[in-house]
C-alpha cells in the first residue's frame, strides 16, 4: 500500500501512472497559461492473512491500519490490533472508477486520503484525520481534484493539503489556492496554516516534528516542474531542490539531521517517470551538494503517489526492482532495501519474484511491515520487529504440484490430485488447437482434489495436455491419459 506514503498512494484496482497524474496538472496549467488472522508468528516477524486486495499499510504503533478492498464491495480503513478482532475505522463506497489512497499513521494519530477519477476526467477527493483508536473526520475535499492530497504524521501531529481543486468545479478551468494544514487528531488540537503561493501544489509532505518538507508542483505550459521547500511554522521556506520537468520530492528526516529526497526520471518525450534513473540523494543542512546512495536497484513508485523510499532513523528503505539471471524465466525480483544514510551498510529484507514486496510502512520505532500476495487469494503482510536489524526474507513463490498422471472419464469429467505446499489458486487450460479454461482452483496449503469437465471430443482422447496457470507463481504443463 502511501505517499508518498508516510504510505503513499495506491490504486483499488489499478494504479494509475505518473504520467495520468500529471497530465490532469498540465490540463490546468494550460488553462492557467476482512476476517483476519495472524499465522506463522515468531518473536521477530508475524505474518498476517488478509481477505481481499491490500492497497495501503501503515504502523501505529503495535497497531496495523490497513487500506483492502473485499471482493465486489467498498474498500474500508481498518485497525488490526494484537489478540482482538480488526475494527472498521471507515468505509468508502463502492467504485467502478480508479482510487488512489495516501495513508500515514503513528501511535497517537492518523492520516488518509482518497482520490477516486470521476467520468468527466476529473476527480473527487478528500482528506481523513483522527486517532488510530477513534473516529476519523472529513477535513478537507475537492470536487475536482488534480493529484491526490498528501498527507503525514509525526507523532501527535499530522499535516495534510487543503485546497488546490479545480475551478470551477463543473468545469475547471484552473486551480484554486492552497494551503498545508498541521493540526491532530483531536478537533480541539491548534492548527496551522501554512500559505503556499499562486500556481503552486502541494503534493508530498514529510512532518519531522512541527516543520518538515514540502514537495510542490508548478506547471507551466509545456512541462511540470517540482521543487521542494522547508516546511517552517507559518510558511514556506528556503527552497532545497528543484527540477525542470522532473519530480523530486522529500522522502524523510535521517536521525543525524540530514534530509533524504528522490529525484524521478525523465523519459525522452519529456514525460517524468521513475525507474532505473531515479535516484535517492542525501542533503546536509545548509550544504547543496547532493549526495546520492546506492539503493541496489530501479525504483518502484513515482515520488509522490508511489511505495519508493521511506527512512527509518539512521537508514533509507526502498522497494527496487533488481536484474534477474539471463537463464531464468521469472519476473525481475523485486526487492525491499535498506542503506545506511552515509551509503553503507546495504541490506536486502524482502525479495521475490512472482510473489514480491507490494509495498511498506516504518513505524517511528523502527518496526517494519510489508504486504505481499497470498497464495490461496487475499494478500499477507508481514511484520517485522525491527527496520534496523531485519534479516533477509525470501518470498517464495506460489507453486502446484500435480500428483496424478492419469484419470478415468466419468460422466464427462476427470478428478484430479494437487498438492499446493503454500495454498494456490490459478486456472487449468486445455492446451488443444483451440485453447479452452476447464476450470479454476483456490485451495488451502495442502492436497485437494480438482474437478474437470470436458468435452465430447475431449473425453475421447487417449491424452489429455493441461496448463495450469497459477496466481503468483511459475506455470506448469503436463500430459494425463484418460482411462
Not at 50 to 63: E, K, P, Q, S, Y
Not at 183 to 207: E, M, N, Q, W, Y
Request: hydrophobic share 40%; glycine share 12%.
Amino acid at each position: 500500500m502511501s505517499t508518498c506514503w508516510a504510505l503513499g498512494g495506491e490504486v483499488l484496482g489499478t494504479r494509475p501512472s505518473i504520467e495520468q497524474m500529471l497530465r490532469r496538472a498540465l490540463l490546468f496549467s494550460v488553462a492557467l497559461a476482512g476476517t483476519i488472522g495472524s499465522a506463522d508468528a515468531s518473536a521477530a516477524r508475524t505474518t498476517v492473512p488478509i481477505r481481499g486486495n491490500v492497497v495501503a499499510i501503515a504502523l501505529a504503533g503495535d497497531t496495523l491500519i490497513v487500506a483492502r478492498q473485499p471482493r465486489n464491495r467498498g474498500s474500508r480503513l481498518e485497525r488490526i490490533t494484537p489478540g482482538a478482532s480488526a475494527r472498521t475505522l471507515l468505509r468508502l463506497p463502492r467504485s467502478k472508477n480508479e482510487t488512489e489512497v495516501a495513508l500515514a499513521a503513528s501511535a497517537q494519530a492518523l492520516a488518509f486520503s482518497t482520490q477516486t477519477d470521476a467520468e468527466d476526467g476529473f476527480s473527487t477527493s478528500h482528506v481523513y484525520v483522527g486517532s488510530p483508536a477513534g473516529s476519523l473526520r472529513d477535513v478537507a475535499a475537492c470536487a475536482a481534484g488534480i493529484v491526490l492530497p498528501p498527507v503525514a504524521v509525526s507523532g501527535a501531529r499530522i499535516a495534510w493539503r487543503e485546497g488546490g481543486c479545480g475551478q470551477p468545479a463543473t468545469g475547471p478551468r484552473g486551480v484554486g489556492p492552497a494551503s498545508i494544514l498541521i493540526g491532530g487528531p483531536d478537533p480541539a488540537s491548534p492548527l496551522r496554516r501554512v500559505a503556499v503561493g499562486p500556481d503552486a501544489l502541494p503534493a508530498s509532505i514529510v512532518l519531522n516534528g512541527e516543520t518538515g518538507f514540502a514537495g510542490v508542483l508548478r506547471p507551466s505550459f509545456f512541462s511540470v516542474d517540482s521543487e521542494v521547500r522547508r516546511l517552517e511554522a507559518s510558511a514556506l521556506g528556503e527552497t532545497l531542490a528543484a527540477e525542470q520537468g522532473r519530480i523530486v520530492a522529500p522522502v524523510g528526516v535521517l536521525s543525524s539531521g540530514d534530509g533524504v529526497f528522490l529525484l524521478g526520471a525523465r523519459d525522452e518525450d519529456g514525460e517524468v517517470r521513475a525507474g532505473c534513473d531515479a535516484t535517492v540523494f542525501v542533503l546536509h543542512p545548509g550544504n547543496i551538494q547532493r549526495r546520492t546512495l546506492p539503493v541496489g536497484g530501479c525504483l518502484i513508485g513515482s515520488g509522490f503517489a508511489g511505495a519508493t523510499s521511506r527512512v527509518a532513523g539512521d537508514r533509507v528503505l526502498s522497494l527496487v526492482v533488481q536484474r534477474r539471471s539471463r537463464k531464468s524465466k521469472a519476473p525481475p525480483p523485486v526487492a525491499l532495501t535498506s542503506v545506511r544514510g552515509d551509503g553503507a551498510n546495504a541490506r536486502v529484507l524482502a525479495r521475490g519474484t512472482y510473489r514480491p514486496p507490494r509495498a511498506f510502512a516504518v513505524a517511528e520505532s523502527g518496526r517494519l511491515a510489508w504486504f505481499q500476495q497470498g497464495c490461496a487469494g487475499g494478500a499477507e503482510i508481514v511484520v517485522d520487529e525491527g527496520a534496523r536489524s531485519a534479516t533477509a526474507s525470501s518470498i517464495p513463490s506460489c507453486t502446484v504440484k500435480l500428483l496424478d498422471r492419469s484419470a478415468r472419464v466419468r460422466g464427462g469429467r476427470i478428478t484430479l490430485r494437487l498438492r499446493c505446499p503454500s495454498g494456490c489458486s490459478g486456472s487449468v487450460i486445455g492446451a488443444t488447437r483451440l485453447e479452452r479454461l476447464l476450470g479454476d482452483f483456490s485451495f488451502s496449503r495442502g492436497t485437494h482434489r480438482l474437478r474437470l469437465r470436458l468435452t465430447r471430443s475431449e473425453g475421447r482422447r487417449n491424452r489429455l495436455r493441461l496448463n495450469l496457470e497459477v496466481r503468483e507463481g511459475p506455470a506448469r504443463s503436463a500430459v494425463i491419459r484418460l482411462r
